[in-house]
């Protein structure tokens, strides 16, 4: 089974800190990505990597950077959090032929 | 208008009813099709993965993909309460695997025991 792991399931944070979220998967995944998920909004593609040291943005990637340094870790990092980045933050992996497998989500509030 | 619609809900139903829920989209490019679920304060769990029209069975779930309509359903047969959670459906152009996936705003499903 595909195993994808974020560091965190509940943060909350203030304005202003930098925030770092990790997500890790165990399957060899070419590709990982981001997301948010708001009520009524849906999943929204934040940042996406499909190699090493590669990464691509998404829909949303404003006020986000990521990191990928190894192939089995993908980085989310808020570089000073506002109270709109206040979300459920999914991190997802797959390989070609297949499609995403999530991770558990990362609860962020940011008073 | 979005690309993937899916009717919010929330939808209630009785123990052991056949539960179907339904999303339409714009793009004729979307060639594979997902159904996930989601329990409350998880993450997305793949239920269902099919490529182009027809239909995909997995047990007690079945996947039903109409092209021509832009129209597709999924269907659970003998609902339980265990199968209360969001469903969302989502779907993509491509599986080369660094596609990105357009997803509806899911639908709130709880079984009533």
């Known amino acids: 089974d595909v195993k994808v792991t974020q560091s965190s399931r509940y943060l909350v944070k203030r304005t202003g800190e930098k925030v770092f979220l990790e997500c890790v998967q165990d399957m060899d995944h070419e590709n990982m990505f981001w997301y948010r998920q708001d009520p009524g909004l849906g999943l929204r593609l934040i940042y996406f990597s499909y190699d090493v040291k590669m990464k691509e943005k998404g829909d949303i990637p404003e006020g986000y950077s990521v990191s990928r340094e190894k192939k089995e870790r993908f980085s989310l990092i808020l570089e000073s959090a506002s109270t709109n980045q206040t979300s459920m933050y999914l991190c997802?992996?797959?390989?070609?032929?297949?499609?995403?497998?999530f991770g558990p989500g990362t609860r962020l509030l940011v008073l | 208008q979005k690309e993937v619609e899916q009717d919010p809900g929330p939808l209630s139903v009785p123990e052991g009813a056949i539960v179907s829920l339904n999303c339409t989209y714009s793009?004729?490019?979307?060639?594979?099709f997902m159904w996930y679920r989601q329990y409350s304060r998880k993450g997305p769990e793949l239920l269902m993965y099919?490529?182009?029209?027809g239909n995909k069975e997995d047990g007690r779930f079945t996947a039903q993909v109409d092209k021509s309509s832009k129209y597709i359903s999924l269907f659970i047969r003998d609902s339980q309460p265990s199968d209360s959670a969001t469903y969302l459906c989502a779907m993509s152009t491509s599986n080369f695997g660094n596609e990105k996936l357009t997803f509806g705003t899911g639908t709130r499903l709880t079984i009533i025991p």
């Open positions: 997802a992996s797959s390989i070609a032929g297949e499609t995403q497998y």
């Open positions: 793009n004729s490019a979307f060639q594979y």
């Open positions: 099919t490529y182009s029209s």
